[in-house]
Structure formats: structure tokens, C-alpha cells
């Protein structure tokens, strides 16, 4: 039974989750505006969260480390299984359906946790040198990046595998890796483009042509015009008619940075990506100084997903990048990812809280490093 110390909170990471609470209650709000429906159903999914947070914040996970690679296995298991018993929605084939329950699960939202968790079990057991993982460390670690990757892309949802591509070797980078690799992955990157965009299929090759284009994509177009017309303080949600009389498509989700500004106008878009800006560098000053690579890896990978997210969201939106479903962080309806990100965080928070033995109960004030 684990001994729930007061001196918890002495080291609890108050700033992340204070950071949080206007993301998460504006986001409420705004998808309440735009569906009440969606927004009853979302305050679900945040409830669900919260008792996600505090039940993995309270389990004593240090001691639950030999359960991560089960936890990765079964998630590629499943994303494996997809192609076999896969439920095909939208021309895609990335659901599950559970039996009886008529329950569909998602693998590749699932992996999420599991994949940042291997790394830091990995890195933890098999710490960088000086001068950073070589050839052969990088080599290992890349099959536990790659392989979840092609099976997502194989789905196909490039979007969630390019985010965990990058995701994974983010999370490299920040724990260190020899120069030299990063030099020679640039150059076959480069010299591979014709050959990755010869793979994908018709419609991701419309979406970069709707990109490169001189007129941008409906919906696109329709977010810009959105953008446009909040101006510098936004509008009341009576006068915001892109999203209320329905132009703006999936107003509530993938464009819901565009209501954002619809909305509150200049002033809004600001004061949410400040938010986004000081939640990222926050956890990643974390990682920056942990000693511990659970903390290090885990901090970093959740900062570096919001950055990867947000970032994409919001340039999609603005006709900066080519459309793909990536959510606004934390803010976009969806419980799958909201879900994961509050797993992550309470998997941190937990790490980071509990970073010394005698908080379990063990005798000494020794890390758990």
C-alpha cells in the first residue's frame, strides 16, 4: 500500500497544472457555443481525465517500471491487429471494435503513453554518453520509433505517425545523440522526398497540392476568413457567422483555433498561444534540469508534444502547413486526446513528486536516479 506523504505537495509541479485550467475551461466553453451537445459530452471526457490524473498520480509507479514494456508490446500488438480486425471509418482503418460492448478503441492514440514510456525505460537502463548515443545505441532506440510508425502510417493516419516520428526522435535530441547522425539522417531525409511522397496516397498528395496552391482549400479558406473578421478583440457569438452559421468546418475540433480568434480577435489568439508558450518552456526547463531520465524523457516528450500539436494546428489553420487531423492540445473536442495528455501529465506529476524513496515509505532521502 503506498504511504501518501504531506511532503508530496513540496514537490508537486503546481505551475503545469495552473497553466492547464484555462486551457481546459476555455476550451469547455467555447465547444459548449459552438454544439451544446458536444460540450456536455467533452465536460464528460474532462472528468474522465481528472480521474485518470489522480488515480495514476497516486499509484506508485517507480515501483510499476517492468509493466512498460508489456505496456508498448501490446499497444503495437493492437496496432497490428487493426489491419486484420480493423473497423474502417471515413476510408481509414484505425478503430477496433470490442465485442459485445460495442466499445471502438483506438490503438494509436494508445500508443501514446506506451511510446514516451519505452523511451524513458530505455534511456533510464542505457543512460548517453558525454558526447551522446552513437550508431548503435541510436540504431536500437530508433526500432522502438519506427516501428509504431509504420504500422500508424500504414492505416493509414500520417498525421499521428509523423507526430510520434517526431516525437521520438525529439525525445532523442533533447537526451542527447552524436551530431553526426543528426547530419546524416538530414541528408537521407532529403535525398528520399521523391520516394516518401511517390508512397502516399491520392488524397495526402491533394492535401500537399491544396498547400502549395495559389487558392487554398475550402476549409482553409473558410478558417482564414474566420481569422479575418475577429479583428483585434473578436466578436459576440451572435456575430461570430462563420462558425454559427456553419462555414467554418469542424469549428469544434481540427478549426477551433479559428473560433478562437473568430471570437476574441488578436487579443485571444495571443493570450492562448502565451499560454501554450509558457506551459512548453515550463516543461521543458523541467526536463532540462531532472537528473532522473524518467523525468527528463517524460517532461521533454509531453512539452515536445504540445509544441509539435499546437504548432501544426495552428498553421493548418492559418494556411501554413497542409491539413491533417491534429488537434489543438488539451483545447480541440476529443476525449482520446485529451485522455492521453492527462496521462502523461499525472505519469509526470507522479515522477516528479515522488523522485525520492523515502516518499514510498523506504527509509533515506535517496533518488530514486
Known amino acids: 500500500m503506498l504511504n501518501i506523504d504531506r511532503r508530496i505537495l513540496a514537490h508537486f509541479d503546481f505551475i503545469t497544472v ?9 476550451s469547455g466553453w467555447l465547444i459548449y457555443e459552438i454544439h451544446p451537445t458536444l460540450g456536455q459530452k467533452h465536460l464528460v471526457y474532462v472528468s474522465v481525465g481528472i480521474g485518470v490524473f489522480i488515480t495514476l498520480f497516486l499509484l506508485p509507479i517507480r515501483r510499476m517500471v517492468w509493466m512498460i514494456p508489456i505496456f508498448y508490446w501490446v499497444s503495437v500488438l493492437l496496432l497490428i491487429a487493426v489491419e486484420f480486425v480493423g473497423h474502417v471509418r471515413l476510408g481509414a482503418k484505425r478503430w477496433i471494435e470490442i465485442p459485445f460492448i460495442h466499445f471502438t478503441l483506438q490503438p494509436s492514440e ?7 514510456l519505452m523511451l524513458a525505460y530505455l534511456i533510464s537502463r542505457n543512460p548517453p554518453p558525454r558526447e551522446g548515443y552513437w550508431i548503435k545505441d541510436f540504431a536500437r532506440l530508433s526500432f522502438f520509433i519506427v516501428l509504431p510508425f509504420i504500422l500508424i502510417a500504414k492505416e493509414p493516419d500520417l498525421g499521428t505517425a509523423t507526430v510520434l516520428l517526431l516525437l521520438g526522435f525529439g525525445i532523442l535530441f533533447i537526451v542527447g545523440v552524436h551530431w553526426k547522425i543528426w547530419i546524416g539522417l538530414g541528408a537521407i531525409f532529403i535525398v528520399s522526398m521523391p520516394l516518401i511522397y511517390s508512397q502516399l496516397h491520392d488524397y495526402q498528395k491533394q492535401r500537399l497540392t491544396d498547400f502549395v496552391g495559389e487558392k487554398p482549400s475550402y476549409h482553409v479558406e473558410q478558417s482564414i476568413i474566420a481569422i479575418g473578421s475577429g479583428g483585434f478583440f473578436g466578436k459576440e457569438k451572435e456575430d461570430a457567422t462563420q462558425t454559427q452559421m456553419k462555414f467554418l468546418p469542424i469549428a469544434s475540433s481540427d478549426f477551433i483555433f479559428a473560433y478562437v480568434v473568430e471570437r476574441f480577435g488578436f487579443a485571444g489568439a495571443f493570450l492562448l498561444i502565451s499560454l501554450y508558450a509558457a506551459l512548453i518552456i515550463h516543461l521543458m526547463i523541467i526536463s532540462f534540469w531532472a537528473q532522473d531520465y524518467y523525468i527528463k524523457v517524460v ?55 515522488y523522485r525520492f524513496r523515502y516518499l514510498y515509505g523506504d527509509t533515506g532521502k535517496k533518488s530514486f536516479v
Open 18 to 26: 495552473i497553466l492547464l485550467i484555462p486551457l481546459v475551461f476555455m
Open 299 to 353: 517532461a521533454g516528450g509531453i512539452s515536445l508534444l504540445f509544441f509539435i500539436y499546437m504548432s501544426v494546428n495552428i498553421a493548418m489553420t492559418i494556411g501554413f502547413a497542409p491539413v491533417v487531423g491534429v488537434p489543438l492540445p488539451m483545447f480541440s473536442y476529443g476525449g482520446s486526446s485529451f485522455v492521453n495528455f492527462m496521462v502523461l501529465l499525472a505519469i509526470m506529476e507522479n515522477l516528479v513528486a
Open 110 to 116: 494508445l500508443i501514446k503513453p506506451a511510446f514516451v
